[in-house]
């Protein structure tokens, strides 16, 4: 497959490189980070009562010192679709004071509980 040579790109190639099936719909994760905790709560329960499919965690995250909404949306990781979740998400979060902090799937998926909250690949972009 080829990719675009940006930061999705680098990610989905790297993804398809470790044996990740890209025809198949995974859990991606898009991470929104706020500064401020009311702003990422406001944000939380908009996307709650968004028609947007998917599930959505808020916590603190201490390494950053930032509050980070963590979208998780089932989708084929597609390039472009992607990125247009992205764009989508970003001008969502700077509603709330918030900015996109990068994607990515858990490496171990669909049945395989083992690992499931233990690995996790980001984007270059992403500081998890």
């Known amino acids: 497959m080829q990719f675009p040579d940006d930061d999705n790109g680098k990610?989905?190639?790297?993804?398809?490189?470790?044996?990740?099936?890209?025809?198949?719909?995974?859990?991606?994760d898009f991470f929104l980070v706020f500064d401020d905790q009311r702003d990422a709560e406001y944000a939380s329960e908009e996307l709650a009562k968004s028609?947007?499919?998917?599930?959505?965690e808020?916590?603190?995250?201490?390494?950053?010192?930032?509050?980070?909404?963590?979208?998780?949306?089932?989708?084929?990781?597609?390039?472009?679709?992607?990125?247009?979740?992205?764009?989508?998400?970003?001008?969502?979060?700077?509603?709330?004071?918030g900015v996109t902090d990068g994607w990515g799937v858990m490496q171990h998926q669909e049945g395989d509980d083992e690992f499931a909250d233990d690995e996790h690949e980001c984007s270059d972009e992403c500081k998890h």
């Open 58 to 97: 808020l916590h603190l995250n201490d390494e950053l010192g930032q509050w980070e909404l963590i979208v998780c949306i089932p989708m084929v990781p597609e390039y472009q679709a992607i990125v247009d979740q992205e764009i989508k998400l970003n001008t969502f979060a700077q509603e709330f004071g």
């Open 11 to 28: 990610m989905l190639a790297a993804m398809a490189d470790a044996g990740i099936d890209l025809t198949k719909q995974l859990d991606v």
């Open 51 to 56: 028609e947007l499919e998917g599930e959505f």
